[in-house]
């Protein structure tokens, strides 16, 4: 909001300047760069600029055994692992026509709701950075480190965890975890009218949030937006729903929409989603204690397996969007070819531009945490 | 197989000539068909079975053949399959059309293809590097180009002999490899 005794000053159209803004971004996305066109402090032309997370995984997997490739693939995504083990193990079982036995199933479902979680509570504070909140930002940290935790109990690691390998899981949940589980959605459903408070119900925060970055259905379904970001424009599309893997057609959950399409739409998507999730995780805790049986298929020596020949393309829901992995193998030890089709892959590079153009410079980080683009994924 | 086939895919797959499907798993078909072609099969998918969604563009090496294949994987919110739609483009020249003008998307998987793998689309709207700015070898996802030969080539070998290894070493330790 200006205030009211405001005059913009008038510039000759040639007055125009360039701003690089990043690649270091004041944030917690990671280094991306945009360079922007500004007249005073509207946006007239604007360039993503993307490689300097390039770390060249696609390259690097094309030299690695298949099961090698578990420990790499989480560290494509930061702030969202889980769901690129799960998409790489899922293009491998097609290939290899593994059947993962249903306890597993649940596990990995369980594992991938943790982290949808985690992922909302992180882009949440990092929306509420750019406009001063950072109150918003330590809470969703915070909160996000309890699940760490239980991540940590689950599999060692708290980030990348390296858990999900083709086949199964690399282990059955601990004595007592689905209890400690229980414990923290407890408190995190607690927690959410403290985040309504302080953040979802916040004036600031509407009004900086509301109209700022919005699409339309039209131009969502054209552009190729995924995830929350399409959600947030009123269409119900979710890969768990329309593509269903592991057991998401045996749970109860609902899509959460709005219509705006803009910022203030898509924080209110990932909100309710963190009660879906929250939901999922309940029956999934009911549920896993009676599912009996082994938690991976078997699997021939991993230094010596050969993949038949094949190729195929997993989709996941993932925590930002769709995320797929095309893999092709040619028979050997090795994967030919695999591609990594992120969710930012739109929403970082063509979304962002088209959203930002016509804006103001103060939004520009607000609208890139809104649609919660991930350059790593970008970059691969 | 094509009796589960929906019936406006079966339509569409009729007017396109020489185009082969296979069923791989449930939701899931994997179409052949020639390069020219591919440009009408999206249309037809696009406008007549709501293939809306363009998930990827992938593509893929084959230096037996000098071939690249592309691969083009369209999801439908209607049908809910996914056709992956496979060409096979000369790598000489490696030049192929553009889809932009059918699906948005298209112009991040051309651009990125370009620089990857060295393909020229004609007709996208941008074909500059995004990722590799800083570049001037070959497309590095080329078979061809390998890695741990960039590597020989650019950087000398050094032995590795930090003052923490010496300690040990003085000890009568190592580091086992």
Redesign the interface.
């Known amino acids: 909001m200006r205030p009211e005794n405001y005059q913009p000053v008038e510039h000759p159209s040639s007055e125009e300047y360039e701003l690089y803004f990043g690649p270091n971004h004041p944030g917690i996305e990671g280094n991306y760069a945009l360079k922007v066109r500004l007249t005073g402090d509207e946006i007239v032309g604007i360039k ?4 300097y997370l ?1 770390r ?1 995984f ?3 997997m094309e ?1 690695r055994l298949w099961i090698q490739n578990v420990a790499l693939v989480p560290r494509i995504c930061v702030p969202d692992p889980p769901p690129m083990e799960e998409t790489y193990a899922r293009a491998v079982e ?1 290939i290899g026509g593994l059947e993962v036995p249903e306890r597993a199933q649940w596990i990995r479902a369980m594992i991938l709701e943790m982290s949808r979680i985690c992922g909302h509570l992180f882009i949440l504070g990092g929306t509420a950075a750019p406009i001063g909140q950072y109150s918003n930002m330590f809470w969703g940290i915070t909160d996000r480190d309890y699940f760490l935790d239980l991540f940590e109990a689950l599999t060692g690691a708290r980030v990348y965890h390296m858990f999900i390998t083709p086949g199964g899981v690399r282990r059955d949940i601990p004595d007592g975890f689905l209890d400690r589980l229980t414990h923290i959605l407890d408190y995190l459903e607690a927690r959410l009218p403290e985040y309504d408070d302080l953040f979802f119900n916040n004036p600031v925060f509407q009004k900086r949030a509301e109209g700022i970055g919005a699409i339309t259905q039209e131009q969502a ?4 937006v ?1 995830g929350p970001n399409v959600r947030a424009c009123g269409l119900a ?1 979710d890969v768990r729903r ?2 269903p893997y592991l057991i998401y057609d045996k749970l109860e959950f609902d899509i959460p929409t709005e219509t705006a399409g803009d910022v203030l739409a898509r924080s209110l998507v990932r909100r309710s989603e963190l009660i879906e999730s929250i939901k999922i995780l309940r029956q999934i805790v009911q549920r896993l204690p009676q599912i009996k049986g082994p938690i991976r298929c078997n699997l021939p020596n991993p230094l010596a397996w050969n993949l038949p020949k094949g ?3 997993a ?1 996941t829901e993932a925590q930002k969007g ?1 995320l ?1 992995f ?1 893999a ?1 193998s040619t028979g050997g030890a090795k994967p ?2 695999v ?1 990594v ?1 992120g969710p930012s ?2 929403h970082a ?2 979304v962002l531009e088209k959203l930002c153009l016509g804006g103001r410079i103060e939004d520009i980080a607000l609208i890139m945490f809104s649609l919660d683009a991930c350059p790593p994924e970008v ?1 691969r | 197989m094509s009796q589960q086939l929906p019936e406006v895919l079966a339509s569409v797959f009729k007017k396109i000539p020489n185009l082969v499907f296979k069923e ?2 449930a ?2 078909l ?1 179409v052949e068909l020639r390069p020219d072609a591919l440009p009408a099969l999206l249309e037809l998918l696009k406008g007549r079975a709501g293939y ?5 563009i ?4 084959w230096p037996e053949n000098d071939e690249f294949e592309l ?1 083009y ?1 369209l ?1 439908s ?1 209607e049908i ?1 399959t ?1 056709v ?1 739609a496979h060409i096979y483009i000369p790598k000489k020249p490696g030049r192929y059309i553009s889809v932009y003008d059918i ?3 298209a ?3 051309e651009r ?1 293809i370009h620089e ?1 793998f060295g393909v020229y689309f004609e007709g996208s709207p941008d074909m500059e590097p ?4 800083e570049w001037s070898g070959p497309p ?2 080329l078979k061809s180009f390998s ?2 030969g960039y590597v020989e080539e650019t950087f000398k070998w050094e032995q590795y002999s930090p003052d923490w290894l010496k300690e040990i070493e003085a000890n009568g330790g190592s580091i086992v490899e």
């Not at chain 2, 809306?52 to 990827?56: G, R």
């Not at chain 2, 992938?58 to 090496?61: G, Q």
């Not at chain 2, 995004?130 to 700015?133: E, G, N």
């Open positions: 993503a600029d993307g490689g390039h060249g696609e390259k690097i030299d097609m379904l054209d552009w190729g995924t599309l329309d593509d190729d195929a393309y989709r769709e797929a095309y092709v030919w070819r591609h089709r892959s739109m590079v063509q970059d | 791989q798993t939701r899931r994997r809306l969604h363009l998930s990827a992938s593509c893929v090496d691969v994987h999801w919110y809910k996914l992956s699906y948005t998307p112009a991040f998987f990125d990857m995004f990722i590799l700015t590095p996802m890695s741990l």
